[in-house]
C-alpha cells in the first residue's frame, strides 16, 4: 500500500493498449504470479528463522516489517496486470482496501508506542548505568524498577477476513478481492508479530490467531505461522536483545562489591549503545511506512471525490 496508487498510476499508464477484459486463463495466471511473490517473500523469512530458536532477534523482526512494503509492491504490479485500474474497482473493494489501511495505520501507532516504551527502557538504564560508581545502591534499586515489557493498551482483533458476504465470484473484482484477503493477512500478521516481540506479551498474536482462524491461503505463511506460534506458546515471546539486556541488567542488579560491576557497567554500556541504534533502524521503518500509508489513503479519497464532482 505504499504511495500504491502513485505506483499503480505510473505503471498502468505503460498498459494502456491492453484489452478491457482479459480471458479467466490470464486473471488467474496473474493471481498466481502474485501469490508467488508473496510465498517467496515469506519463504525467506522462514530461512532465516532458526530451527528450534526460543526468541525472535531484531534483525529478523525488521526484516518481517519489511514484508509489508514488499507484498505492497507485488500487489501494485498485479493491478497493472489484470489492467484492472482503483478507479474501475467498485465500491466494495475500494471501502476494503481503505479499511485495511486505517487498521494498518492503528496497528502502526502501536507499534511505535512499544518501540517508545523500550527507548523509556533504555534511558532507564543508561541513567542507573551512571549511578554505579558514587552510588552502587541506588544503580541496583533503579534497575530493579524497571519493566522491561509493557501491555498493548486497547488491544482489539481484527474481524475475520474471509467471513464477509456478497463477495465477488467471478472477473477482475474477483481477483482484486482475493488478493486483498492476502494482502490484509500478511499485513495484519506482521504488525501482531511485531507487536508481540516488542512488547513482550504474546497477548496481540494469540488474540490474532483466534480471531482469523484459517485466513491464510498460502503455504508459506501457514509454516511460519506455525513456526512462531509454537515458540509462543513454548517459551513465550521476547526479543533476543531486549532478553540480553535483561539479563546484564539483572547480573549487575545481583552484583556485590566483590564481582565488579564496573566490567559489568561498560559490557551493558556496549550493549544499549547497540540498541540503540536498532530501535532507531525500526523506528524510521515505521514512521516512513505510515507516512507513505497515510499520503496513498489521501490520493485515493481525493480521487473519489474528484470522480464524484
Not at 523500550?118 to 544503580?139: D, F, G, I, T
Request: hydrophobic content about 40%.
Amino acid at each position: 500500500m505504499v504511495l500504491l496508487v502513485e505506483r499503480i498510476s505510473k505503471l498502468y499508464s505503460k498498459m494502456e493498449n491492453h484489452h478491457q477484459h482479459q480471458q479467466p486463463e490470464a486473471l488467474s495466471a496473474s493471481l498466481q504470479a502474485f501469490r508467488s511473490d508473496v510465498s517467496n517473500c515469506v519463504h525467506q523469512l522462514c530461512l532465516d528463522l532458526k530451527p528450534g530458536s526460543q526468541t525472535l532477534s531484531f534483525s529478523w523482526v525488521l526484516q518481517c516489517f519489511q514484508l509489508i512494503p514488499s507484498i505492497n509492491k507485488a500487489f501494485a504490479k498485479l493491478v497493472v496486470d489484470i489492467d484492472y485500474h482503483m478507479s474501475k474497482w467498485k465500491s466494495q473493494s475500494v471501502e476494503e482496501y481503505l479499511k485495511y489501511s486505517l487498521s494498518l495505520l492503528d496497528l502502526l501507532n502501536s507499534i511505535s508506542s512499544s518501540l517508545s516504551h523500550l527507548e523509556r527502557v533504555r534511558l532507564s538504564l543508561a541513567h542507573s548505568l551512571s549511578l554505579v560508581k558514587s552510588s552502587p545502591s541506588s544503580a541496583i534499586e533503579h534497575i530493579k524498577a524497571i519493566k522491561f515489557n509493557s501491555s498493548i493498551k486497547n488491544f482489539k482483533g481484527q474481524d475475520n477476513i474471509d467471513d464477509e458476504k456478497d463477495r465477488p465470484c467471478s472477473g477482475e473484482e474477483w481477483i482484486i478481492d482475493q488478493a486483498l484477503i492476502e494482502l490484509k493477512s500478511v499485513g495484519f500478521w506482521v504488525c501482531y508479530v511485531l507487536l508481540a516481540g516488542l512488547s513482550g506479551d504474546a497477548k496481540a498474536y494469540l488474540e490474532m490467531r483466534k480471531s482469523t482462524t484459517g485466513m491464510f491461503s498460502n503455504s508459506s505463511v501457514i509454516k511460519l505461522d506455525m513456526s512462531i506460534s509454537e515458540a509462543v506458546m513454548d517459551k513465550g515471546i521476547v526479543l533476543k536483545e531486549v532478553k540480553e539486556l535483561k539479563e546484564a541488567a539483572d547480573c549487575i542488579a545481583a552484583a556485590t562489591a566483590n564481582e565488579k560491576e564496573s566490567y559489568r557497567a561498560e559490557e551493558m554500556q556496549r550493549r544499549l549503545k547497540a540498541f540503540e541504534q536498532l530501535l532507531d533502524g525500526l523506528d524510521k521503518e515505521v514512521n516512513s511506512l505510515f507516512s507513505k500509508i497515510l499520503a496513498g489513503r489521501n490520493e485515493l479519497l481525493d480521487g473519489i471525490r474528484h470522480t464524484k464532482q
